[in-house]
């Protein structure tokens, strides 16, 4: 294990490396929240896959592939499908109106009157998401170091706080590019291929299992809506996904880099589904579906290889944390904290290099506080549901009421987000946490709410309208005066 330890390490050492690097790039609050929105498409291509494939795509998706078969693709499968929907879709736009977070789309929208609330609500998300993620390296260093879950977490989460403190997203670019980079060689081009060939091939798992695990549908019809319903409708609308688009250096870039890392993850879904299945084919009394990734990889790679794919399960779950929490960070500063305090926008260069201290410090206390709470908490999946319960529920229809139908209001959307939110939370504490119905009702209680309050007030004033439609078309306003230097 001498080898695998000594690529895990340079592997970690590499990242607070990366920290460090990104630290002398981050002058500015853009550079530090959004990486002075230069991304090329190489760049934004490789950080936008690595963002939304965390721990629950990587060991989570052999666990489904496990337990299920082929079906157990869905999930990441609808991951890829709404990243590919937003790139497509919604990108250029958003990338066009040059803000920070959600709640600031909705503020230009709506004019001005959605922001604390909906901050709350996807600060709530991006926590949750944070913590959840953080969670995972409990079970990574439990394999790497036989170390009990409070250190593996102190461990995982420490680095990650400390190069996402240092560079911010400058930071968290590079070391996602380097864990793109490491997942794509571990995962895909080693394990997948190595677990098929374990399990005797293709003709032998087909042999060994129930015909069900080679059912497309396997997984279930209602379950397959309920992950279109959280996860593809999740990733049009969550501030971590946001705000990687934010960093194109341009529409075209978030379009069409947005729609390459959208089929990278659909791949990487059938990949982790297939190792899942050789898996049980290998090992078909576990424990636990999620024990599946670490038991082949322990049992089955050689020396290094095996540490060279453990660094990319590793590489994973850092890449959705440092991602969930610098979006965690952006909201509590810029959308809840700002916002109290009556803090206006500033946009000189001098006030903007004064903000970069405040942001680095909202990393690191909300570091601090997702360690914290991942420590203290014991269920992930609960967490992880509550969060896009909350996301979906409360903030969809609003957000994408204000993209797609022009007469939505201020009232209607704060309507949507409220009655949204406590549907959710009252139906999930009546059905249980872990139902499909809390998330169902929940969003179409929102949808009535919006359509209903925003029919029965007065449309949003035309002049806000009108500086919306700028922003929309990527004409430079007094609230964004930011140039966009070509960066690949």
Not at 17 to 22: I, R, S, Y
Not at 145 to 157: H, P, S, W
Request: charged fraction near 15%.
């Amino acid at each position: 294990m001498a080898v695998d330890y000594t690529v895990i390490v340079v592997y970690l050492a590499g990242m607070l490396a990366m920290g460090w690097w990104g630290m002398r790039r981050a002058k500015s609050k853009s550079e530090f929240l959004v990486a002075g929105r230069r991304l090329g498409p190489a760049m934004y291509s490789g950080t936008m896959a690595a963002i939304v494939l965390g721990g629950a795509s990587t060991i989570g998706g052999v666990g489904l592939g496990y337990q299920y078969g082929l079906s157990g693709a869905w999930m990441v499968f609808t991951i890829g499908l709404g990243l590919l929907a937003l790139s497509v879709f919604f990108s250029a736009r958003i990338a066009r109106l040059k803000v920070y977070t959600v709640s600031e789309m909705l503020d230009l929208r709506y004019g001005g009157r959605a922001g604390v609330i909906s901050g709350v609500v996807m600060w709530a998300y991006t926590l949750m998401l944070a913590v959840t993620s953080t969670i995972a390296y409990a079970t990574i260093f439990d394999v790497l170091f036989d170390v009990n879950r409070t250190v593996a977490i102190v461990l995982g989460g420490a680095i990650v706080v400390a190069y996402s403190t240092l560079g911010g997203m400058w930071s968290i670019t590079l070391t996602d590019m380097v864990q793109f980079v490491v997942k794509t060689i571990g995962v895909l081009l080693l394990l997948l291929p190595i677990a098929v060939v374990k399990a005797g091939g293709f003709a032998e798992m087909k042999a060994q299992l129930p015909t069900s695990y080679f059912d497309p549908l396997g997984v279930g019809g209602e379950t397959i809506f309920t992950y279109v319903l959280i996860y593809t409708f999740g990733m049009l609308i969550g501030q971590d996904i946001w705000q990687r688009v934010f960093t194109a250096r341009s529409d075209r870039t978030a379009r069409w880099g947005g729609t390459v890392a959208g089929t990278y993850c659909l791949a990487y879904a059938v990949a982790g589904a297939v190792i899942g299945t050789a898996a049980r084919v290998l090992y078909p009394k576990l424990g636990s579906p999620d024990d599946a990734f670490a038991t082949i990889v322990k049992d089955e790679l050689p020396v290094g290889v095996r540490g060279l794919v453990l660094a990319a399960a590793l590489a994973a779950v850092m890449s959705t944390s440092s991602g969930a929490l610098i979006a965690c960070a952006t909201v509590a500063n810029n959308d809840i904290w700002s916002r109290l305090r009556g803090l206006t926008k500033r946009t000189g260069e001098h006030e903007e290099r004064d903000e970069v201290a405040g942001n680095r410090a909202f990393i690191l206390v909300m570091g601090l506080a997702v360690i914290g709470t991942a420590i203290a908490l014991n269920d992930v999946v609960q967490a992880l549901t509550v969060a896009y319960n909350l996301l979906v529920g409360g903030l969809l229809v609003p957000i994408l009421g204000g993209l797609l139908w022009k007469r939505g209001t201020a009232r209607g959307a704060l309507a949507s987000v409220a009655v949204g939110g406590l549907a959710v939370i009252g139906l999930m504490a009546g059905y249980g946490i872990l139902a499909n119905e809390p998330v169902y009702y929940g969003l179409l209680a929102s949808l009535v709410a919006y359509v209903a309050v925003s029919l029965a007030t007065r449309p949003t004033d035309e002049a806000v309208l009108a500086a919306w439609r700028e922003r929309l078309a990527g004409r430079p306003s007094e609230l964004s005066s930011e140039t966009v230097p070509a960066h690949q």
